[in-house]
């Protein structure tokens, strides 16, 4: 069976996942994208230690069924699209027991045995309901995170409708009293896809959700699901 991509969809979906999830290639070998075809939907996810991406898009493939393909894969697949406008999956072998492919035939010129084990359950990792939710206002928010490239970390300090970011502070619909420490790189990253990879402010206003200090945090567009970013917090 094969399935047929549009290049620029591809690209998308792979760029907005590894390049907030992915900061390095140390150890890249275990890592990869994960494709979970459903009947409606593709999730594309990746994930590490500190972070989780996830993006979602309609499945127009007629296909079911999941597959992980490792980094150095995906990359060779990037420098593929960069030349090319469309890219063929075509897959050997049978699903697993647990709806997994286990070879792919990229373009009838390089075969690929995907890794052979279970993706993390990303599902658990997203389905906690948040407590807390802060609707902040994106360009003031890129403005002072601007400020903070320098740093290797970044104190967001929450309190009666104001958000504190070093010296300076914005307005936000946040009644609770909270501090966050997260990951700059992992943090202008995640406001990179939000914002359309930084060519303009596509939502004035983006969310911030957490359970509180020391929990994982979740950052998406406002009123859409289909992008969201989850960033371990730091001590």
Same mark, same amino acid.
């Given at each position: 069976?094969?399935?047929?991509?549009?290049?620029?969809?591809?690209?998308?979906?792979?760029?907005?996942?590894?390049?907030?999830?992915?900061?390095?290639? !140390?150890?890249?070998?275990?890592?990869?994208?994960?494709?979970?075809?459903? /009947?409606?939907?593709?999730?594309?996810?990746?994930?590490? @230690? $500190?972070?989780?991406?996830?993006?979602?898009?309609?499945?127009?493939?007629?296909?079911?069924?999941?597959?992980?393909?490792?980094?150095?894969?995906?990359?060779?697949?990037?420098?593929?699209?960069?030349?090319?406008?469309? &890219?063929?999956?075509?897959?050997?072998? /049978?699903?697993?027991?647990? @709806?997994?492919?286990?070879?792919?035939?990229?373009?009838?010129?390089?075969?690929?045995?995907?890794?052979?084990? !279970?993706?993390?359950?990303?599902?658990?990792?997203?389905?906690? /309901?948040?407590?807390?939710? $802060?609707?902040?206002?994106?360009?003031?928010?890129?403005?002072?995170?601007?400020?903070?490239?320098?740093?290797?970390?970044?104190?967001?300090?929450?309190?009666?409708?104001? %958000?504190?970011?070093?010296?300076?502070? &914005?307005?936000?619909?946040?009644? !609770?009293?909270?501090? &966050?420490?997260?990951?700059? +790189?992992?943090?202008?990253?995640?406001?990179?896809?939000?914002? @359309?990879?930084?060519?303009?402010?596509?939502?004035?206003?983006? %969310?911030? +959700?957490?359970? @509180?200090?020391?929990?994982?945090?979740?950052?998406? /567009? $406002?009123?859409?699901?289909?992008?969201?970013?989850?960033?371990?917090?730091?001590?």
């Amino acid at each position: 069976q094969t399935i047929a991509f549009k290049a620029d969809v591809l690209k998308k979906v792979i760029e907005q996942s590894i390049d907030f999830t992915y900061q390095s290639q !140390e150890r890249y070998n275990i890592y990869g994208i994960h494709f979970n075809f459903q /009947e409606n939907n593709v999730d594309v996810v990746a994930i590490n @230690g $500190a972070a989780l991406s996830f993006v979602t898009t309609p499945n127009i493939y007629r296909f079911i069924g999941k597959f992980t393909i490792p980094l150095p894969v995906v990359y060779e697949m990037l420098d593929y699209i960069n030349t090319n406008q469309d &890219i063929t999956f075509s897959f050997g072998g /049978e699903l697993s027991f647990d @709806g997994y492919l286990k070879e792919i035939h990229f373009n009838e010129r390089d075969n690929f045995l995907l890794i052979d084990a !279970e993706f993390p359950d990303y599902n658990k990792i997203m389905s906690d /309901e948040a407590s807390m939710c $802060a609707k902040i206002p994106t360009k003031e928010f890129d403005d002072l995170l601007e400020k903070c490239q320098n740093q290797e970390s970044v104190l967001l300090k929450f309190s009666n409708n104001v %958000l504190h970011i070093n010296e300076d502070k &914005i307005d936000c619909y946040f009644q !609770e009293s909270v501090d &966050i420490k997260l990951n700059t +790189k992992y943090l202008k990253n995640a406001m990179k896809q939000i914002n @359309g990879n930084g060519c303009s402010w596509n939502f004035k206003e983006f %969310l911030l +959700k957490t359970n @509180g200090y020391r929990k994982q945090v979740c950052i998406q /567009e $406002a009123d859409n699901a289909n992008k969201i970013y989850i960033i371990m917090p730091m001590n």
